[in-house]
């Protein structure tokens, strides 16, 4: 990591953000390293990406996008905006993206967040009521094909990573935004 890229990761620490390094782990290959899962759907059992460097805010209060809850998609996509645009008026220049995290990239990232913790907190779990948040993956490119959300992080259950509705709105599906920290 670049000492630019390492400020930066410094200064978003400082700031209350949760920094992880992710290596594109899929949920089974979680599974199998230890990580609760209550359900899995059998179509991102194996969904992967490329690694990244993320940073979400760990404050179950500022976890989710705020009014992101019982929304439709469209109008969480508009607060994302938002997010981005206060995360690029915050760090200028540093090309920081507030996005969409994918299915297996919250999965990963709740099961670091859980071993940095001491296995204290579960994202998704009792401190964040619980709720799920939208992901970019669809079960497929069909129009109106469900949308794949993470989330309900029961403490004896494990995650849950399933398809829903694409229109659903509920109290307990929110955003959470990802911000990707380019490697300079």
Known sequence: MSAETQRLVEQLKQEGYAIYDLVGKTPVTLRTEGMSFRYINPGLENASTLPSLVAFRPNPSEFFLKGSQGIPYEAQLNLLKKEQERVEKQYPGASLVARVGKP???????????????????????????????????????????????????????????????????PRLGLASLVEIPRK
């Open 104 to 170: 297996s990239e919250w999965a990963e990232v709740a099961y670091e967040h859980f071993k940095a913790t001491d296995g204290r907190v579960r994202i998704f779990g009792r401190d964040y009521v619980y709720i799920s948040t939208w992901t970019d993956a669809y079960e497929s490119d069909e129009p109106g094909a469900d949308r794949a959300a993470v989330g309900n992080w029961h403490e004896t259950d494990g995650l849950h990573v399933n398809f829903a509705l694409p229109d659903g709105v509920h």
